[in-house]
């Protein structure tokens, strides 16, 4: 049998150059990649559209209020991306700090400090 297939990441954030660095980051490792400009106010549709197996996001997305939070509590509302495996990439020390008792509670959500190296990742 040949190797399984890696799964779909979608990645959120608003920063054009780090999507772009993601995006050939993963295609490097032959995941099947989706990215999404996270400052859009339609980012909850666009991940739904795009099917993910796992999801990458930011904290913020070009905002004060931490928009990729409410984008990943409403994705995680919807029966079928409830247990999305999910990587918060955020270099906020704060906001991770302050919300980690809710993450922890999350199944499946990891969370990846900026920066990060590219060993932590993939052992994500």
Known sequence: MGR???P?????NDNPDFLELMGDLLHDERYPVTLIDGDR????EL???AQPDALIID?????????GWEVLRE???HKQLSKLPTIV??????????LSEEIRSMER?????????IDELFAL
């Open 109 to 117: 959500v990891a969370v990846l400090r900026k920066p990060f190296n």
């Open 59 to 67: 904290l913020r997305l070009g905002r004060e209020t931490l928009h």
């Open 4 to 6: 399984p297939e890696h």
């Open 41 to 44: 106010e339609n980012a909850v």
């Open 75 to 77: 994705l995680r509302s």
């Open 89 to 98: 990439c955020s270099g906020d020390v704060q906001a991770i700090n302050r």
């Open 47 to 49: 991940v739904e559209a």
């Open 8 to 12: 779909h990441v979608v990645v959120v």
